[in-house]
């Protein structure tokens, strides 16, 4: 205990009462001081312990420790030199010469040499600004398991709702439900997410009735700032919501500024429509096609339970655009779908950020509408400056395409500071490195995004792209045996043809290409071309390369858009029929 009290304050930390429970006498970091009073009542015994040693054996010690009554921060006091006759030294010496004396001071002053030298080699990480928060997922303690979504459903609405708050930040979802069903330690989800305040809950529902339990705590000291249980009916959920997140707003008041008045809006009154957009909502956030064609199925009976439901209508454009983006639905059959719904979202509300940010991505990945895609993503950065979601699209849809990549990689880091936890924005920092040609740091946030999720397929395949830019074949060959035990199911002739044109096989590369390209068309898998056309231009078929560009062109490919930053097409940019090409997509000089 006088251990641990001394070292915290040689940093200047602070002590509270939870943190020594945990720390000192191995409490469980959810314990209740008020319940449990261990610190307390250790505190008084060692106040007693230290007043018994100055008495008797630490009586000549030249420095002093002292725990003063209602406070666990020590204090410090050096004593003056005792008389001659009480101390008995030797005659004309002085006290500087007594190494009674000079042995501890000598102590105490190595100690804190060697506090500053490690400070100074590892300095500790910038405190986290006090006006920052985390919300967790809340647990699901109703009896059916199925209404996980819902618990979910209710975190994500809190995140939103926090997020309008300005000068609160909010770290996004996808790095918060990253500790999902962890039950992690608060502390440990503050070093990582680096704020100073974490939201936890649990749902319990039960018919038309609710048990919400909300309890916000200190990241330095696990403490409770406020806590809260509401039971209620199902109907009053969006007041619940609102309630809980302006406590949080009033628990922070002395360092959020402004009024942010109502918080939560109910943007239905049909309780069935809600909860099906939560489900909508819960398979999309899965980021998988299975998951995106379930989440439009969902939408789609939220709708029809209410036409007038705008954050439907923005979950639909979501799944459309994620479906027509990365190639798993034909572009001009999804982003058509995807611009329809974010229309009628902003009909309904054109406060909805999420709703320009999902036009934002049909305009510059589909429609190649440049100035309307920055109009819209503007926009939603305006109407939602928190929104790590908004910067990231901000980054990748608009200012890398244009390559303006110092902007993307400001832009995104941005987004990395809100959702520092997410997969999809880590490798999207990757993908921003990759285009500047700063392959190793690409390499450092493909393989940051396969350790927070194996299962990212996304990361391992920019990954395997830029060893393939690089000429490293013996790492292309590492990543698709990875790959390989990753997603056995998964065909890799793409991966081989890259490598065996690495290799120097130009025939074996475009057998495997020919092969993947036979195997797309017979699974009906669109958004082939620009994967064509990079392995094409790998091997060195120009001619072959500008032809799949042409089709990625007519199909109106989202990803052709990156051809001006893209590596693989270093080798095409003399050729006339490139400039040609960035013109037609509004990208030429």
């Known amino acids: 205990f006088l251990r641990f009290i001394v070292e915290q304050a040689l940093v200047g930390n602070q002590l509270k009462e939870t943190l020594l429970g945990v720390e000192v006498f191995g409490r469980n970091p959810a314990y209740d001081p008020r319940l449990d009073g261990v610190v307390r009542v250790e505190a008084v015994k060692l106040q007693s312990r230290l007043k018994d040693y100055y008495e008797t054996e630490g009586a000549a010690y030249p420095v002093r420790i002292d725990l003063p ?18 101390l008995a030294p030797p005659p004309r010496r002085v006290w500087w010469m ?3 004396v000079i042995a501890p001071l000598l102590a105490l002053v190595v100690l804190i040499a060697g506090y500053l030298l490690a400070r100074r080699s590892h300095p500790r990480p910038a405190a986290p600004d006090s006006s920052s928060i985390a919300v967790l997922p809340f647990v699901n303690l109703s009896s059916d398991k199925e209404n996980e979504y819902f618990s979910d459903g209710l ?19 996808g790095s918060a439900f990253q500790f999902k069903g962890k039950n992690p330690d608060i502390r440990a989800v503050g070093r990582q997410l680096n704020v100073a305040t974490v939201l936890e809950g649990s749902v319990q529902r039960s018919g038309d009735r609710l048990r919400i339990t909300a309890q916000l705590s200190s990241v330095a000291d696990g403490y409770h700032v406020w806590s809260e249980r509401y039971d209620r009916r199902l109907a009053d959920v969006f007041a619940v919501q609102d309630e809980i997140s302006r406590a949080i707003v009033s628990a922070l008041e002395v360092r959020v500024a402004g009024d942010p008045g109502r918080l939560v809006q109910s943007s239905t009154q049909d309780l069935e429509a809600y909860n099906l957009y939560l489900q909508g909502r819960f398979h999309l956030n899965k980021w998988r096609p299975e998951g995106a064609r379930k989440g439009i199925e969902y939408f789609a009976q939220a709708i029809g339970k209410d036409p007038g439901y705008a ?8 799944c459309y655009t994620w479906l027509g983006v990365f190639g798993w639905s034909a572009a001009q059959q999804a982003m058509p779908q995807a611009r329809q719904a974010a229309n009628r979202a902003l009909q309904l509300d054109e406060t909805l950020a999420a709703a320009h940010v999902s036009l934002g991505y049909v305009k510059a990945l589909y429609d190649w509408d440049w100035p309307g895609a920055e109009r819209e993503l503007k926009r939603a950065l305006e109407l939602s400056p928190g929104d790590a979601d908004a910067h990231f699209a901000y980054s990748v849809a608009y200012l890398s395409p244009l390559g303006r990549l ?12 809100l959702d520092p936890l997410s997969p999809y ?42 060893e393939t830019v690089r000429g490293r074949p013996e790492a292309v060959e590492a990543v698709i045996q990875t790959m390989r035990a990753a997603f056995p199911n998964v065909d ?3 991966a081989r043809a890259h490598l065996a044109a690495q290799q120097g096989k130009p025939a074996e590369a475009r057998a495997l290409i020919e092969h993947w390209i036979e195997e797309c068309i017979r699974t009906e898998r669109p958004g082939k071309a620009c994967y064509a056309a990079q392995i ?41 029929r490139f400039a040609s090409l960035l013109k037609r997509l509004g990208l030429g000089n």
Not at 438 to 465: C, N, T, W
């Open 311 to 318: 954050p439907a209508y923005t979950g639909m454009a979501d």
């Open 406 to 417: 110092d902007e993307a990689l400001a832009e995104i880091q941005r987004a990395l500071a």
């Open 98 to 100: 007594d190494w009674r």
């Open 425 to 466: 924005k880590i490798t999207g920092a990757g993908m921003i490195y990759s285009d500047r040609r700063e392959y190793d740091r690409a390499v450092e946030q493909y393989r940051k995004a396969i350790e927070l999720d194996p299962s990212f397929y996304h990361a391992y395949e920019e990954m395997r792209g830029v």
């Open 492 to 494: 890799d002739s793409a």
């Open 155 to 173: 975190a994500d609405d809190l995140i939103n709702a926090l997020t309008k708050v300005r000068g609160l930040r909010v770290v996004a979802r």
């Open 69 to 86: 009554k209602g406070g666990y921060l020590p204090c410090f006091e050096a004593l003056p030199g005792r008389p001659v006759e009480t």
């Open 536 to 576: 094409y231009a790998c091997i060195g078929e120009k001619d072959l390369a500008f032809e799949w560009l042409n089709k990625a062109y007519e199909e109106r490919n989202p990803l052709l858009v990156y051809a001006k930053v893209m590596p693989y097409c270093d080798n095409l940019r003399p050729d006339p």
